[in-house]
């Protein structure tokens, strides 16, 4: 599959602060995703990162709150601003298909940020 | 709009025991299927999907699931757990040929003793 890897893996931040989550992937891909995994919960999408356009962003989700970057086809950062207690949880970055299974049909994810805000 | 529900939301077992995990889905469409797993401070994994054709569906680990359309269902299962096996549980589910964005379940807490 493809090696995702995230930056950093865990952080445990300020409210009123903004982290910045790195996403890199080792082979180019089209699109790109950002989750959040909160404790007990789903995995809910954030947002599609296209390169070289605008990210789309799930309901209740914001680019305000949310700014993603995706300057190439194998990088992509996600920050989360102005952080409150609220946004503690696990954000994984993820992608289509694989060198094993370039099927478009499949995501594969990375190993995840977990983020806990004071 | 899709969902999917896992009714089992924490699952203990003994090494030995046979394991069957729900997973119903709410979709009039064709969908693909699948399940991933999640070991303990490990990243998200494919366990084994489901896209057409033979409906019982072998994945890694000695992992199986079986399609029923008209159950609306995907049922993880496995005839013997190892400890190894403790680790979360998702199913998800998305179109064929519609939006490639899986929606998944909440997740089963597996937790196999010794």
């Known amino acids: 599959s493809a090696v995702i890897s995230q930056k950093p893996s865990r952080d445990i931040c300020q409210r009123g602060t903004s982290l910045t989550i790195q996403c890199q992937v080792d082979s180019q891909v089209t699109m790109m995703f950002w989750y959040r995994q909160q404790p007990g919960q789903s995995l809910t999408l954030i947002a599609t990162a296209n390169q070289g356009s605008e990210a789309t962003y799930e309901s209740g989700f914001v680019i305000d709150k949310f700014p993603i970057s995706r300057p190439n086809l194998t990088f992509s950062t996600l920050t989360v601003s102005n952080m409150s207690p609220e946004d503690s949880s696990i954000y994984l970055c993820?992608?289509?298909?694989?060198?094993?299974?370039?099927?478009?049909?499949?995501?594969?994810f990375g190993p995840g940020t977990r983020l806990t805000v004071l | 709009a899709q969902s999917v529900s896992q009714h089992n939301h924490h699952v203990i077992l003994s090494e030995a025991a046979s394991l069957e995990l729900g997973c119903n889905y709410s979709?009039?469409?064709?969908?693909?299927l699948f399940w991933y797993v999640q070991y303990p401070g490990q990243h998200l994994q494919l366990l084994l999907k489901?896209?057409?054709?033979?409906?019982l569906v072998k994945g890694i680990k000695g992992f199986e699931a079986e399609f029923i359309k008209s159950k609306f269902s995907f049922n993880l299962r496995k005839p013997s757990v190892q400890w190894s096996d403790t680790a979360e549980y998702f199913c998800?589910?998305?179109?064929?040929?519609?939006?490639?964005?899986?929606?998944f379940g909440r997740g089963t807490s597996l937790i196999v003793h010794p």
């Open positions: 979709y009039g469409g064709t969908v693909n």
């Open positions: 993820s992608v289509e298909g694989a060198a094993s299974d370039p099927s478009t049909d499949t995501q594969y």
């Open positions: 998800a589910v998305n179109e064929t040929g519609g939006s490639y964005i899986p929606t």
């Open positions: 489901y896209f057409s054709g033979d409906p």
